[in-house]
C-alpha cells in the first residue's frame, strides 16, 4: 500500500488546522471524492480527544446553502404583517454565540458557491465578524467560532469574498482510490475472514488499477467522472453482495461456507456495472473486450 495518500491527508488536516488558528473563515476547494469531509471530521476527532486548553472539543452545524430559498437561509421580512422571521443561518449562529461552553464551533457550508448568497457573508467574513441582517439586527461572532465552506470550485465568487477566506484545496488524485479500497477491506474484516479478504482486496487493486488505466485511454464518459467515484461506485456493487452477512445488533455474522467464491465472482460483477455502467455506449464494448 502507497503510503503517500495517507501522508498528503495528514498534511491537509494541519493545513487545515494552521488555517483556522489564524482565520475565522476559510474555504475547502476540491472536487467530490477528494476527503474535504473526512479532513474536517478527522481534525474535529482530533481536537475533542485531546480536550485541553489549546484543543477544545468541536461542535459542528452543517448547512446547505443552495438546498433552501435566500429569505430561508438569511431571513424574511413579511411587508403584510411587518414581521421579520430569522432564517436558519441567523438562528444556527445566535444559539452557537449565546453558548457559555468554551467549545470551538464550526458552522459549515457545504453546497456549491452562489454569487447571490456568498456576498452576503463578506461581513461575517471581515475581521469584526459580524453578520448584519436586512432587520436590522447585527450578530457578533464569538472567536471560537469559525465559517468553513466546502465547494468544489470558486468560478463565481468574487474576489472580494475569496480575499476574506483561508484556502485549503483538495484533489481526488492526491487521495487516489487505492484508499477508499484499503479503507472498504478493513471494513470488511470484522465479519468475514480475514484471509479471504486479503485476497479480495488484492484482487480488486489488481483489476481497478488496469481498469482505471484502460478506461481512461480507451473510453468515454458521458459526463466527467474521476477515478474516486468509479472505485467507490463499485464498491457499493461489491457491498450489495456481503452486506446482509453482518447479522443485526448482537447477533453473530451469517458468513455462507461458499463466501469466498461469491466474492470473487461479486467482484466480477462490481466491475462490469461499478465500472462499465459508467462508460458510454459507443466505448463500452471496449471494456468489456478487456474485461473478458
Known amino acids: 500500500m502507497n503510503l ?7 498534511r491537509k488536516c494541519i493545513q487545515l488546522y494552521e488555517t483556522i488558528m489564524v482565520r475565522h473563515g476559510l474555504m475547502l476547494v476540491g472536487h467530490a471524492f477528494s476527503a474535504k469531509s473526512s479532513v474536517i471530521q478527522i481534525l474535529k476527532r482530533a481536537f475533542t480527544e485531546i480536550n485541553n486548553e489549546d484543543f477544545a472539543p468541536v461542535v459542528t452545524d452543517f448547512i446547505n446553502p443552495k438546498s433552501i430559498k435566500q429569505t430561508q437561509l438569511y431571513g424574511l421580512f413579511d411587508e403584510d404583517s411587518g414581521e421579520w422571521t430569522d432564517g436558519v ?9 449565546n453558548e457559555e461552553s468554551k467549545d470551538r464551533k464550526w458552522i459549515i457550508f457545504d453546497g456549491p458557491v452562489d454569487a447571490v448568497w456568498i456576498e452576503n457573508m463578506n461581513t461575517v467574513l471581515d475581521d469584526n465578524k459580524k453578520l448584519c441582517l436586512a432587520s436590522g439586527a447585527i450578530i457578533k461572532l464569538k472567536p471560537e467560532m469559525t465559517i ?5 470550485d470558486l468560478a463565481v465568487a468574487s ?6 477566506c483561508g484556502m485549503v484545496l483538495l484533489e481526488p488524485k492526491q487521495l487516489g482510490f487505492e484508499v477508499l479500497i484499503e479503507s472498504y477491506c478493513t471494513t470488511l474484516k470484522s465479519y468475514i475472514d480475514e484471509k479471504i479478504v486479503e485476497k479480495v482486496k488484492e484482487i480488486l487493486f489488481y483489476l481497478f488499477n488496469l481498469s482505471m488505466e484502460y478506461v481512461y485511454r480507451e473510453c468515454k464518459f458521458p459526463v466527467p467522472t474521476g477515478p474516486n467515484f468509479i472505485t467507490a461506485n463499485a464498491l457499493k456493487m461489491f457491498d450489495s453482495f456481503v452486506s446482509g452477512w453482518k447479522g443485526e445488533a448482537d447477533e453473530p455474522a451469517q458468513v455462507p461456507k461458499d463466501a469466498e467464491q461469491i466474492c470473487f465472482n461479486a467482484i466480477i460483477f462490481a466491475a462490469v456495472w461499478g465500472i462499465g455502467a459508467q462508460i458510454d455506449e459507443t466505448t463500452r464494448a471496449k471494456y468489456d473486450l478487456f474485461l473478458q
Open 148 to 152: 468553513m465552506f466546502e465547494v468544489e
Open 159 to 164: 474576489p472580494a469574498t475569496v480575499s476574506r
Open 89 to 97: 443561518l441567523a438562528l444556527i449562529i445566535v444559539q452557537r454565540a
Open 4 to 10: 503517500q495518500p495517507k501522508e498528503d491527508f495528514l
